[in-house]
T-cell receptor
Framework: EPEVTQTPSHQVTQMGQEVILRCVPISNHLYFYWYRQILGQKVEFLVSFYNNEISEKSEIFDDQFSVERPDGSNFTLKIRSTKLEDSAMYFC????????????FGDGTRLSIL | AQSVSQHNHHVILSEAASLELGCNYSYGGTVNLFWYVQYPGQHLQLLLKYFSGDPLVKGIKGFEAEFIKSKFSFNLRKPSVQWSDTAEYFCAVNAGAAGNKLTFGGGTRVLVKP
């Protein structure tokens, strides 16, 4: 079964540094998402992306965050200047375009801000 | 705004016991409902989904869930659990179109004792 893949599995970064989290969605999928889960809290929606533009974003997704699909396969989340509270598990998901299809999730990237 | 609540944070039971995990959501319009499972060290995997039709939905690994619209509930059940069902279970909802963001419940950690 095709999978969503995320790299790295664990990223440790100094506060204030930029970080890029990478995702390779399932190849024929056209909707892409980022979610995060702070330790002990719910999985929270960050942003959805379709047709090369953001279709929805949450309050969390402020100017420090950006997403990009730089080529036909990758979908990245960039945090420009990381804060301690950005420490979380970040999940990428993708979904096929047509019909009632569920989102498929990657393994996640654990981001630790020091 | 939609929200999802899962009644139990932790459940411990023995093999062959029956499992029922509660999920309630708040949203007045059309919803799509999902249960995801996360086995230790793995990504979120879809157990089952409801978009429309028969409110009793059967998923993988012997799980089923029942959508009761009047109660805004989508409880997950399995008549006889196995040790391999030890995992964290997440209820999720999206409102309206299937491509919309998922809103997750807080998750329920299930430990099945052999």
């Amino acid at each position: 079964e095709p999978e969503v893949t995320q790299t790295p599995s664990h990223q440790v970064t100094q506060m204030g540094q930029e970080v890029i989290l990478r995702c390779v969605p399932i190849s024929n999928h056209l909707y892409f998402y980022w979610y995060r889960q702070i330790l002990g809290q719910k999985v929270e929606f960050l942003v959805s992306f379709y047709n090369n533009e953001i279709s929805e974003k949450s309050e969390i997704f402020d100017d420090q965050f950006s997403v990009e699909r730089p080529d036909g396969s990758n979908f990245t989340l960039k945090i420009r200047s990381t804060k301690l509270e950005d420490s979380a598990m970040y999940f990428c998901a993708s979904r096929a375009r047509s019909g009632n299809q569920p989102q498929h999730f990657g393994d996640g990237t654990r981001l630790s801000i020091l | 705004a939609q929200s999802v609540s899962q009644h139990n944070h932790h459940v411990i039971l023995s093999e062959a016991a029956s499992l029922e995990l509660g999920c309630n959501y708040s949203y007045g319009g059309t919803v799509n409902l999902f249960w995801y499972v996360q086995y230790p060290g793995q990504h979120l995997q879809l157990l089952l989904k409801y978009f429309s039709g028969d409110p009793l939905v059967k998923g993988i690994k012997g799980f089923e869930a029942e959508f009761i619209k009047s109660k805004f509930s989508f409880n997950l059940r399995k008549p006889s659990v196995q040790w391999s069902d030890t995992a964290e279970y997440f209820c999720a909802v999206n409102a309206g179109a299937a491509g919309n963001k998922l809103t997750f419940g807080g998750g329920t950690r299930v430990l099945v004792k052999p």
